[in-house]
Structures are given as C-alpha cells and as structure tokens.
DNA sequence: GATGAATGAGAATTCATTCAT
DNA sequence: GATGAATGAATTCTCATTCAT
C-alpha cells in the first residue's frame, strides 16, 4: 500500500460524497486565491485527501476550477429561478433578473471574475457546460422580454440578443472597478436605472404623429358635418 | 558581460528609434503569439538584439506588454478623433462612435482581448496610464450624449456612466466569441442597432402638442353630446 | 508536469532517507565547488534526482546549504564532545578545544570558509540554527573557564565572552591563510602557544610581593634565634 | 563625438582629480549599498560621468572596490600614526592600537566587513596591495610588543605573530555582531580589557628576587642543621 | 578622452501531473 | 482506491563590461 504508519488515507468514500468535499475545498481555496495562486497541494490538504486523489476526479486543476464554477452556477440559477416563478409583470420579472445578477457579482466577485476571466476568454468556452449554463441564465432575460413584445408591451423589431448584451454588458462593465477590488457599487440603484433605460429603449413607439394628425383631420370633419 | 566576439551588437541608435523597433517587433510578437506564449527571446530576435537591450528600456515583460498596447490605444484614439471632428449630429457622432469601436475590435481582436483579460482584470489597472487612456477613450462619447441632453435631444434624467457603460458593455459582451475566434460579428449592423437602442433609451418623451390635446377635447365633447 | 517517458524516476525513498542523500551529494559538491560555483543540477545529478526533487526538502540553494553546515556542525560537535567528557583538568579540556578546533579547520576550511564567509556575515545569522550550535560549541570552553575560576584556578576577574573571542577569534585570524589555501600552519604547535597565552592571561595573580618579604623577615628572626 | 546633444560629456580632468572624484563617489556608494548592490550606473551617475570612464580608470568593479579599501585603509593609518608618534610606554601604546582598531570598525562597520568578507577571504589576497597594507598596519603592534621584550616588559617566548592573531582576532570576533548590523559594542570598555589580557599573558613572571633567594637558602640550610 | 547603448550567458525555481506502492 | 514522492521543461531577468561614435 502507498501510505505510510501513522498516515492513514482518507476514508473511501461514496463517489459522490467524496467529490462533494473536494469541491468544497476547492470552492474554498480558489474563493480565497483566485485560480493561479490556488495550489492542488493546499486544496487536497484541505480537502483532508492526497494530491493523487483529486487526479482520480477530475481531469487536472482547470477541469476542477470548471466543475467549481459549474455547480456553483447551477446552484445559483435554482435559487434565481425559484423566486423568479413567483413575479408577475415584464418590468418585475425584468428588473428581478437584473438586480438578482448584481446581487450574484455582489456576493461572488472572485467566482465572477474567474468565470470572467479564466474560462469566458477561453478558446473553448464556446462548446463548455458553463456555456450552456450561462444560456440558460440568460434564456430568462430573453423570455421575458420576448412574451413583452407578444403581449405588445415591447416593440419587436429589436435584436434580442442584443438587448441581453446590453443588459450584461452593462451589469458587467458597470462592476468592474468591483471585481477587481477597487471600487463599490450600488445594487439597487444600478438596478432600477438599468431597468429604466431598457424598458424606455424596447418600448413600442408612440403612434406617428402624422398618422395621428390625419385621423384628427377626418374625424373632425366628420364631426363637423354631424354636428352642422 | 559586454558583447562576445563575433557578434556583432546592433547598430547604436538613438533611444527614441530603438525604442520604436522594440515596441514594432514586440507589437508583432503579442498579436501573433499573445502574451503568454511570447518570449522575450523570440521579440528580441525579430528586433534584431540582444534580450537584455529589451531590459534597457522596459522594465519587464509585463510592462513591455503594457507600452505595446499603451502605443496601440494612442493612435487608434487619434486616427479616430481626427474623423469624429468632422461628424456633427447626435445620432452621427453616437453612430460613429459606436462603429468604430467594433471596428477596432474587427481588427485587432488580439489586442483588445489582451486589454480585457490582462491589464483590465489586473489589481493595478486603475491608477495605470491605459485606465487614463480609456476614460479619455470614453469620454468622448459621454460628451456627445451630454451636448445632446443640452441640446434637448436626450432626456436630462439619466446617469452618464450607466449609459457609457451599456454602450461598450454591449459591445464588448456581443463581441467575445469574435474576441475568442469562435465566432463573428458585423460591425455596421450592430453598430446600427446599438445606435437605435441607445438613442431611443435617451429619447425625450414625446410631448403631447398642444394641437392634439384640444383636438381630443373637441371630439370628446362632441361625443358627450351624439351619445348624450 | 509529471515525469516524462523514458526517464525512470529515482526510487521512492523515505523521506528521511532522501534527506540524507540529498544532504551527502550537497556536502560533496559545495566542498568541492564552493557555494557560488555549485549549481542544483550539479548536487541533483550527483543526487540521482531530477532538480525539483530538492525544492521538495530545501527551499532554495541557501537553505540547502545551512541544512549542510548544520548537518556537518552537529556531527563535528558530537564527536568533539565524546572525546571531551574523557578529560579532567582545566589546562587539559582547555588544550583539547583549542586543538580540536584547529583540527577543524585543517579538515574541512571549505566548510569552515563557508561558515564564515556565506553565514556568519549574513544579516540573518543571528537567529539562525548555526548561530545556537555556535554557541553551543563555545559553551564548552566558557564553561572550562568558568569552573577553573570557581576552583581558584583562573582569576575571576576577566570578561569570559571576551575570552571566548580571544581564543576563537585568534584561531580563526590565525588560520585565514589556510582558508584561502595560500598558506599551512601547525595543529599542535598553534594548540599549545594559544593554550600557554591564554593560561597566562588568567593565571591568578602571584601573591603580592609586600606580603612575602614582611613573611620572610619574620621567618629569618625566629630562625636567628632558634640558632643564635 | 559620442555624446548627444544636450548631454555635455564630462570636463576633461586630470587624472588624478578625475580618479579622486570617481573614488569618493563609488566610496559612498559602497558604504551605502555593500558591494554586491552597488552598481556602476550608480557610482558612475554619483560621479557625474557615464559608466565607461569607470573603465578607463579601474580595471572593473572589483578592481574599484579594491582601490576604494585601500584609499581608505592609507588614510587610516596615516591618522593613526600620527596620534601613536605621541604615545610613550608599552601598555599606553598597545591600549591605543587596540582601542584605534576598535574605532574604526565603530565608524566604518560597512568597509570593514568588505575588507573581511569581499577581500580577505579571496584566494588572490595575499599579494594585494591591502594585504601589504595590512601588514603595516599590524606592523605597529608586533613592533610595539618587540620593544617591550627587548626592554625585559615583556617575555620573550611567545610567537610573535600568534599575539597579533590574537588582538586582531578577538577584537574582530568579539565584533561581528556589530559588523553584521545586529549588536554593539562599548569601545573603551572592550580595548581596556583587551589590553589588561594580552599584557597579563606577555608579562614576565615575576622574578625571584636575590634577596627572596638567599633566605630561602639559608631558611633551608637552618631546616636542614635543625632537622639533622 | 568620454560616452552609454548593446550585450548574453547562466541559473534558480515552480508545481501540476504521474504512477509505483 | 489512495497516496505523495518524484519530475523537469521552460523562461525571465541581471548588470558588469565593451567599443563604435
């Protein structure tokens, strides 16, 4: 055996419970070193196990840095989602998404700007689970505004993928002084501004003026005749 | 120790020029290779001296990195600012603002990702001359939107930043996979489209004319009475 | 990365063991090449390890260096010590750290070079491991001293630390020729002059003179009268 | 001419004043920064002339600190002989080298730990220039000691040069705690005791005098009738 | 004489990953 | 399954010294 007297290996554990803490640990440490600084040593020692044992479930330490990421989103998401099916209304649901993704970069800065940092600029984020993740996330914001355009709340000649840049575009760009340590920002004034400015942007325009002179002219005539 | 005969160290220039050649063979280097996978061997070679020349006048290969993209952002802000002057309009100087910069992003996606992901996410990026070089990047564009609100064309009620921030936060979000390589984008499309949201976000609320208002009166007298 | 095909990895050793050996091809290189002139790769190959198996035990060359003077000071002690407990007799022990410590130096002025050159003048030598055994090793002669003036041996009246560097500080300006290698010197003859030189300087003064003569005056009377 | 303009090279100096400008300035540099961390940029900036002027004066850094040491070390001595002309009597004089070698180390601890550390551990210095420096430096105290045993003050079977090894070597162990920066020393104190030593361990044991001779004979001679 | 731009050999160090036990 | 000792490629950076101008 490869342990020596006085070094007893960790327990063996269920698949599933032992990749539970080493995700744990791993949670832990990359929270508090970033990715680089983070050490397969320090995280296995943390995790109570031997370096080899985090080789046995996953593949090497960025894998492991995805799967962290990876659950954390998806726990993320639940929550989101739970208290999402409870808001009524484009503007609530809207604003609920918008503010809930503050509040995420709020609470997780390191975890966003890892998900930022390490793996969006990755050459093969495009095709990863976090990809598909983050669609789904953003699916909502999506699906909210397309049933505005259905019930003709929002105008329908915008490009929705583009309302949702905008929207995480802005979040993000808006926080960075944040992540990086920097700065502050406001999560519910951000928010309701936010908010604001896109539902102004997709709101279904005001009837032409023209138009609307016109049907002014003939109906007055009109009132005219009846009425003389 | 100084040079090893038989080679030849290369021809004595002025500090100015010399330094030009490292910033060209260096700015070569990083857009073929990025950061990472650049050697300082490797720029030195192609600028035809010795590693340690690069030392003389950077202080290391991050900062090296840094001046590249410092020289790069300078002229690119100039060449742009030289067009901008001669475009009147809102909606113009916006619209060009906004195409120019995916137009930068379409050319050299290599910088601008080594600008995100490595000076941007550093602790160290405020208070760097390229933070500097930003703002005045930006600044350009929340001038415009202020003549405009001055000007009664946008509405007075909303945060500079915010807009600035969903401008290049859009741009940027919509541009990653292209910034990835993994995808493309067309600048005149999105450039439009971003152009309609903004403008139509800041658009002042149609005022209700005069006209109008006692038209409507008339004709809701008049109905009062025909139904009456 | 792990270790590459076709390149056996040195045996799985204990640690203790994997010390020892790292330690014993480290004293062979730095007694042969000094410290500067040592290099990892050189102590590695000796060693039969590849180069990162030292940083696993040492931190860096430093270290690797102090834990072999260490080592070797520890061991050099010990013998030194059985043979001390053998001798009674101030002059004696006296003689024998004196000699033992030029002995010393006759066999291992590399180490002793070192010693004093790379450690001692080190701004962290105080503090350090080598600087107690240090003190150990001279604990030793202070405490000869010490008991030959309780005996009445010695005068009680002279700075002990001062004696100390008397005899170590004159060994070592004595024996700087050997240690840079230009010159020899002669273990016992040098044992025995500093042993004398130093006897004297603490040998208890001679009965005053006044005494003495009022003495044998007295003495001389009684004498004349006994015979007279 | 190899100067740009506005970078007016040096004055034409005379040698000697150039040598002595260049030596002052590579004098304060060293004492400020050791030797390993000052730089020729440095001293040649201090000096007010660019880094290759050093060359044509001193053969390389080493070659320059040598010439420094040296500079300093004439200096010294000459000061020194000076006061000790004025110095009648053996212990008189003694106490002043020994407290003179003490001061010094007490002003200049940086250039002296570079005369022991840089200098005299290295292979070549036996045959320098300090070595011979050095010499008569030491000079003074073997003639000192000399004189007291020709004038019957001191005894005449002791080496020589094992009593300078152990003045400088005491003074010099009993100090590396203030040359190493960490500890401090009390001048007079120490040269006081020092001296008291090494004049104990020179002195000539006390002769039996005649007087103290004959009364012991007849002393013996009377025991001798008595006991008969 | 003065300059200072150019040089480049050289070595320590890291740590994710492997695989014999 | 668990372990953790062993690995080693790969790269930055230094700065005293030279010599063309």
Redesign the pocket.
């Known amino acids: ?4 007297p006085g ?1 007893r ?5 269920p ?1 599933e419970t ?1 990749i539970a803490e080493l995700m744990a640990a791993a949670r832990q440490v990359f929270r508090d070193k970033g990715y680089d600084d ?4 320090e995280i ?1 020692l943390r995790a ?9 479930y996953f593949e ?3 894998d492991l840095l995805i799967k962290v990421l990876e659950d954390w989103y998806v726990g993320m998401i639940e929550d989101d989602d739970r208290q999402l099916r409870a808001l009524q209304g484009t503007r609530d649901r809207l604003h609920y998404l918008i503010r809930s993704h503050l509040a995420v970069i709020w609470r997780e800065p390191v975890f966003c700007r890892l998900v930022l940092v390490e793996l969006r600029a990755a050459a093969d984020y495009r095709g990863s689970a976090l990809f598909q993740l983050n669609r789904a996330y953003a699916r909502r914001t999506l699906d909210t505004i397309q049933e505005a355009v259905q019930l003709g709340e929002f105008r329908a000649d915008v490009p929705l993928s583009l309302v949702r840049d905008m929207i995480y575009g802005c979040i993000e760009h808006h926080t960075w002084g944040y992540l990086r340590g920097d700065a502050e920002f406001a999560v519910d004034g951000v928010a309701e501004a936010i908010t604001d400015m896109i539902c102004r942007a997709l709101a279904v325009p005001a009837p032409r003026p023209d138009a609307l002179a016109a049907a002014i002219e003939r109906l007055e005539a009109l009132t005219q005749r009846l009425s003389g």
């Open positions: 055996m490869g342990h020596k070094h290996p960790a327990a063996r554990l698949r032992r983070a050490s397969i040593a296995a109570g196990v031997g370096e080899g044992t985090l080789y046995r090497n330490k960025h």
